[in-house]
C-alpha cells in the first residue's frame, strides 16, 4: 500500500523520544501522506509545535478550549478525518488515559471520540514499561483493537537498560502501513489460511532444566502479523518468547519440538506454513522426571534423540500446503547451505540469513536474508523484521494472485 493521499492525525506525547517524531512526519510527507499533529502539554516540553507545523504543513493542535477551533467541534473533526491516529510517544501517561477513557485534554479526547483505528509507539522507562498497571492498560488497549509498535530494548535516555524505547522510524512507518492495509487497503490473502511457526523450542532435561536457543520470535511473529493484514486467516503456533500476540492470529504456545508437530498437523489443512521458529534438532533422551541432583559421581551423561523435523514433515504431508517456506539460520556458507536445505526438505522456498555472533540477529530487529526457490537466489537488502516480514507477504500474495 502507499501513503500517497493517506490522512495521518499524528498526537506527540511527553517524552524524550518525543524528538524522533519530528523525522516520521517528515518521511510521511516526502510519501505523499496528509499529516496533522497533536502536541500536548508535555510533548511541547521536548518539541516546538514550529517545527511540527514546518514539516507536517499544517497547524498544530494543542488546546481542548480553542475557540476558534471548538467553535466547530474541532476534537470531533479531528478524530474523524484521519484515516489513522498514531500516538507517538505513548507515554505510560496517555495510555492509561486511553485504557480508562478520560477526555481531560485535547490528545484523549480526540483519542476517545475517534471511530478510526488507532496506532501506538509506546516510550517509556523500563520499570515503568514493566509494571503491572501498563501492561494491563496494554492488554486492554489491545483488547480495543489499538495497534502496538515496540517498545524496542537497549539503552534508555535515563540512564537504564531495557525495554522502554521508543521503535525507530522506519519500524514505525511500517506499522503504519500495515495498520492503514488491516483497515482500508486491499486483502490479497483473505480466504486463505496461513500457519506460522515462531519462536525456539525448549527440550526438558528434567522438570527444572531446558534446552533452549537465542530465537526472540520477532520474525515468526512479525510474519504472523502482516500475513493477518493481508487478510489472511493465521494460525500462529509459537514456542516460549516474550513477543505479544499479533493481533488478528490464533495463538498456539507449545514447548516441545513434539509438541509444535502437534500442534501444525492439527491446524492443516492450510494453504501456506511458514516455518520460522528455531526447532531444536535433538532433544534428551533420558530426560528425568525429576530434578537432577548434584553428587560425587559427577555431571549427568545426556543422550540425545533427533526431533522430528517439522518443515520436511509439513512439505511430504498428505495435506501438503500449497506453499510451504522454511527459514535457514546458518552461521557459516549461508546461501549454499540453504539451496541445500531447501532441496533436502522439499519446501518451496527457504529464507537463509545469518546469526554468527555479533550479527545480532537472535534478539534484534534487524536481519539479512536471501530468498531461496527454485528459480535462484535472491538478496534482499538489511531491513527491520517488520519490513522482511512485509516483503515476504507480497511475494506470498503473488503466488495467489
Known amino acids: 500500500m502507499t ?6 492525525l499524528i498526537i506527540v506525547g511527553g517524552g524524550i523520544a518525543a524528538y524522533k517524531v519530528l523525522e516520521l512526519v517528515r518521511r510521511l510527507r516526502d510519501q505523499g501522506a496528509a499529516v496533522r499533529t497533536v502536541l500536548t502539554a508535555a510533548g511541547a516540553q521536548f518539541v516546538t509545535p514550529l517545527s511540527l ?3 507536517s504543513e499544517n497547524k498544530v493542535y494543542t488546546d481542548l478550549f480553542s475557540l476558534t477551533d471548538e467553535s466547530e467541534m474541532g476534537h470531533i473533526r479531528l478524530s474523524r478525518e484521519a484515516d489513522l491516529v498514531v500516538v507517538a510517544p505513548a507515554t505510560a501517561d496517555l495510555m492509561a488515559r486511553m485504557a480508562t477513557g478520560q477526555a481531560n485534554d485535547l490528545a484523549s479526547t480526540v483519542l476517545l471520540a475517534t471511530d478510526k483505528p488507532v496506532l501506538i509507539a509506546p516510550s517509556m522507562n523500563v520499570m515503568m514499561w514493566q509494571h503491572p498497571a501498563t501492561q494491563a492498560n496494554l492488554a486492554t488497549l489491545r483488547q480495543r483493537g489499538v495497534a502496538v509498535v515496540g517498545p524496542a530494548a537497549g539503552d534508555l535516555a535515563c540512564g537504564e537498560v531495557g525495554s522502554g524505547r521508543l521503535a525507530e522510524v522506519p519500524e514505525i512507518l511500517t506499522a503504519i502501513v500495515s495498520t492503514l492495509t488491516a483497515h482500508h487497503g486491499p486483502k490479497p ?3 486463505r489460511h496461513a500457519l506460522v511457526t ?18 526472540s520470535g520477532k520474525q515468526g511473529h512479525a510474519i504472523a502479523a502482516a500475513l493477518a493484514a493481508a487478510g489472511a486467516r493465521v494460525t500462529l503456533v509459537t514456542g516460549p518468547v516474550a513477543e505479544p500476540d499479533p493481533p488478528g492470529c490464533t495463538v498456539l504456545r507449545i514447548e516441545s519440538a513434539r509438541d509444535m508437530l502437534a500442534a501444525c498437523e492439527a491446524a492443516l489443512p492450510a494453504d501456506i506454513a511458514i516455518c520460522a521458529a528455531a526447532v531444536a534438532d535433538w532433544r534428551v533422551a533420558n530426560a528425568s522426571d525429576q530434578k537432577l541432583k548434584k553428587g560425587s559421581d559427577g555431571a549427568p551423561v545426556l543422550s540425545f534423540v533427533a526431533n522430528p523435523d517439522i518443515l520436511a514433515t ?18 557459516e556458507r549461508v546461501v549454499e547451505h540453504a539451496i541445500e536445505k531447501r532441496q533436502r526438505k522439499g519446501c518451496d522456498w527457504i529464507l537463509a540469513n545469518d546469526v554468527s555472533p ?10 539479512t536474508v536471501h530468498l531461496v526457490t527454485a528459480d535462484g537466489v535472491e538478496p534482499w537488502p538489511s531491513a527491520l523484521k517488520v519490513e522482511v516480514a512485509r516483503r515476504l507477504v507480497d511475494a506470498i500474495a503473488g503466488v495467489f494472485r
Open 3 to 8: 501513503l500517497a493521499g493517506r490522512r495521518l
Open 53 to 55: 507545523q514546518a514539516l
Open 189 to 191: 490473502l483473505a480466504g
Open 198 to 215: 515462531s519462536g525456539p523450542t525448549w527440550e526438558a532435561i528434567d522438570p527444572v532444566r531446558v534446552i533452549a536457543n537465542r530465537s
Open 314 to 331: 509439513l512439505a511430504r504431508h498428505a495435506q501438503r500446503p500449497r506453499l510451504v517456506v522454511g527459514f535457514a539460520a546458518e552461521t
Open 358 to 367: 555479533g550479527t545480532g540477529v537472535f534478539g534484534g530487529d534487524r536481519t
